[in-house]
């Protein structure tokens, strides 16, 4: 997939090409599978996982009914301890200050540690378009980035593609951007990330600005928080002079007691590690040791607005674990893109709406990408009720009701498109309301059965294009139980 | 002991041999099972597509209905699901919406009282051998809402493994969802039949004969894509298995 998000067709025809795409669906289904049993295992270790999924929740929910007061708190300690804080009310505000601040220091590159809130901003187009070069350094970043495609997944962003995929990237691409792929190159792990390796170094040991996100931040020291596998965040954290970080407003914890939790539940059911390689943690600016220069960009975007819904707010104790993406049947057939927007699964489908709003043809069919099986629910290491949420949203679409929207109370519309079905639920709950109506309708079914086909025209079709209709029986069970006394009289 | 047959609007219409099967079982474990004929449907299908406010009606109509039995036993993990979870949270909501404790209060008599067809046998009756014989190769799929939403566990499990003749074989990837999902079906049918198809190798690659689930919903989709393949195996709910004697098999 090239291009941007913007123009996505609705959930339905997106996932439609995805799921006649042999090879994508062998890439998903192994790569999903492989993941999921590894952290059912890492997860089956720790015999207080339900404990620490309760404390993580709380310590979630308890951050975000005081956000304004750790915010606040944050800002005080990071300044104390040297950085300088930026308040960016939505994507526009926060890359033009990302703009300005690299701008200030004369570069017109900077390396980029993986982050979830710059994709979702869209800062490297941003970036590109005030001449600044933004380099991902993130592995899988890094393939998307060469080939000039989307992110699929929130931890392992190149999961659409196979080995063979990433070789023919790494060979038309990596020259144009710096060192070249050997030419013989072949697709063993090894060797695709040596040379993604070499051709990284070059850009770890030239960068004067660095670009990161943050796990987490606490507000009693102004610590921000970085975890990662590869090495590559720890590069970018410590060598540039200039550290600016760009975090969602819902990342900040309490104390660093409250890390202890997250830093267990995270990696388990991330990439189900104990613990993973490489956590870093910085606290403004220390003399003789790392960046000079250290900004926090505090992000809402969407966020206050989310808040403000009872229902909805759980989204924002995301840790970004992936865990519900693995394990999602919806997922696995129609990959990451089908959800057009940087947060694909069952939470993107619960937080795009809810950040962007339910206005376009994509966000208002995202709630209803999923069967709700609740397997995400199972596994969610804060446990958001996905279902829950989805269902809501659900709500949201077809019924409008209060909602806010940039901070001000709105009311929203019905989403147009649903009105056959709202008139199909409302002849129901009518029948539904009259078992004498509901029994009519029964016995006509019934008499007519050797009439019904097997297949339906038009918009029938969303069935019975796959499946036969269910032979409707002789009589309905509430005949056969008045006309046998409930069997007694022993008619069958 | 009143209990009465929660049915379900799709068991009543597309499936009586389902709730025979219930009547029948449950007579002969010494049950005194009624069908109030006031009963229609949940509001899960209404509730699920976002028309929670087109639910309650259906809500309030299936507790005044259920009310005053001791006990209320469904053949589906799914409309027991809804009951349990979803009416408290319904209240809930009216509740935050500034519209009183009404809506809690008249669903609250039936939410503690709804027993999804397994649990009631297995924790109400304490049987697990309810004295079936089933001469078949089964495999057993355990629906979602059953799975996850009312943790009905081993329950199935254990009662199938106590009928006399039948063979049970281990599903593969059984915990993941057939595909159905009510009104996701028709929403994104191209993701549907594909989780439904993977559903389907699995249950062929079992070699059983019978593909057994305790809700009918989920073995519509699945018999439908079966039916429309021409292949096996047959879909039966658990409540058929469970009432099959020697004397009165099923098929």
């Known amino acids: ?492 | 002991m009143r209990v009465a047959l929660f049915l379900t609007c799709v068991n009543d219409t597309l499936y009586p041999d389902t709730g025979r099967a219930v009547v029948r079982l449950l007579t002969r474990l010494g049950v005194d099972i009624d069908f109030p004929t006031g009963q229609s449907c949940c509001g899960q299908a209404h509730y699920n597509t976002g028309y929670r406010h087109g639910a309650e009606p259906l809500a309030r109509r299936l507790s005044e209905v259920f009310r005053d039995y001791e006990a209320i036993v469904t053949p589906s993990g799914s409309c027991g699901a809804m009951v349990r979870e979803v009416y408290p949270r319904m209240g809930e909501r009216a509740r935050a919406e500034g519209r009183g404790d009404t809506l809690a209060r008249t669903l609250a008599p039936v939410v503690a009282k709804t027993y999804e067809l397994t649990e009631f046998l297995v924790d109400v009756l304490g049987v697990t051998d309810v004295g079936a014989w089933y001469s078949h190769t089964v495999t057993y799929h355990p629906t979602c809402h059953g799975l996850r939403g009312l943790g009905l566990g081993d329950r199935p499990r254990r009662l199938l493994e106590a009928v006399r003749g039948l063979e049970l074989v281990e599903l593969p990837g059984a915990e993941e969802c057939c595909g159905f999902g009510g009104t996701f079906a028709l929403k994104n049918p191209e993701v549907s039949a594909a989780m439904g198809a993977d559903k389907l190798r699995n249950a062929r690659s079992t070699g059983a004969e019978v593909l057994c689930a305790a809700d009918n919903s989920c073995l519509m989709h699945l018999g439908g894509m079966m039916s429309r393949l021409r292949t096996g195996p047959r879909p039966v709910h658990i409540a058929e298995i469970l009432a099959s004697t020697e004397e009165e098999p099923a098929v």
């Open chain 1, 1 to 492: 997939m090239t291009g941007t998000y913007l123009g996505m067709p609705a959930f339905p025809q997106a996932a439609r090409d995805a799921v006649r795409d042999p090879v994508l669906r062998g890439n998903l289904r192994h790569a999903t599978h492989t993941i999921r049993a590894k952290r059912a295992r890492a997860v089956g270790e720790l015999s207080d996982w339900a404990e620490l999924r309760e404390a993580g929740r709380r310590i979630k929910d308890h951050t975000l009914r005081h956000l304004d007061r750790y915010l606040v708190q944050l800002e005080e300690s990071v300044t104390a301890a040297g950085g300088t804080v930026h308040w960016a009310a939505d994507a526009g505000e926060a890359n033009r200050i990302v703009a300005r601040l690299v701008k200030e220091t004369g570069e017109s590159e900077v390396v980029k540690v993986k982050s979830m809130a710059t994709q979702e901003i869209g800062l490297n187009e941003a970036l590109e378009a005030e001449g600044i070069r933004a380099y991902e350094t993130d592995l899988a970043e890094l393939i998307v980035q060469l080939g000039r495609d989307r992110p699929s997944h929130i931890l392992v962003p190149a999961i659409h593609l196979n080995r063979g995929e990433i070789r023919d990237v790494f060979r038309s691409e990596m020259g144009a951007w710096g060192r070249p792929a050997p030419e013989d190159l072949t697709d063993a792990p090894a060797e695709l990330a040596e040379a993604a390796r070499l051709h990284l170094r070059e850009k770890f040991l030239r960068a004067k600005v660095a670009v990161s996100g943050a796990n987490f931040m606490v507000a009693e020291t102004g610590t921000l928080v970085v975890v990662e596998s590869e090495g590559n965040g720890r590069m970018c954290l410590t060598l540039p002079q200039t550290l600016i970080s760009v975090v969602g407003i819902e990342k900040v914890v309490p104390t660093w007691r409250d890390l202890e939790v997250f830093l267990q539940t995270l990696p388990r059911s991330s990439t189900a590690e104990r613990m993973n390689p490489y956590t870093s943690m910085w606290t403004g600016t220390t003399d003789e040791d790392g960046p000079r220069a250290f900004h926090l960009v505090l992000l809402d975007n969407g966020r206050t607005d989310t808040l403000a819904d009872q229902v909805g707010r759980q989204a924002l104790r995301c840790i970004r674990c992936s865990a519900c993406l693995n394990v999602c049947p919806v997922y696995e057939r129609a990959g990451g893109h089908a959800y057009g927007s940087v947060y694909p699964g069952p939470i993107g489908a619960i937080l795009s709406p809810q950040l962007r709003g339910t206005g376009s043809e994509i966000d208002a069919s995202l709630p209803y990408a999923s069967s709700l099986c609740g397997a995400c629910y199972e596994v969610c290491p804060v446990a958001i009720d996905i279902p829950e949420v989805l269902v809501h949203l659900r709500e949201r679409v077809v019924e409008g009701g209060p909602a806010v929207r940039q901070g001000n109370k709105v009311v929203l519309r019905p989403a147009r498109g649903h009105a056959a079905e709202r008139a199909a639920m409302r002849a129901a709950r009518w029948v539904f309301a009259r078992p004498g109506a509901l029994r009519a309708g029964q016995r006509l079914a019934s008499r007519t059965r050797r009439l019904h086909p097997r297949a339906l025209p038009g918009p029938g079709r969303a069935w019975s294009g796959t499946r036969d209709l269910p032979a409707v029986p002789p009589e309905p069970f509430r005949d056969w139980w008045q006309r046998t006394n409930g069997g007694k009289d022993g008619t069958e």
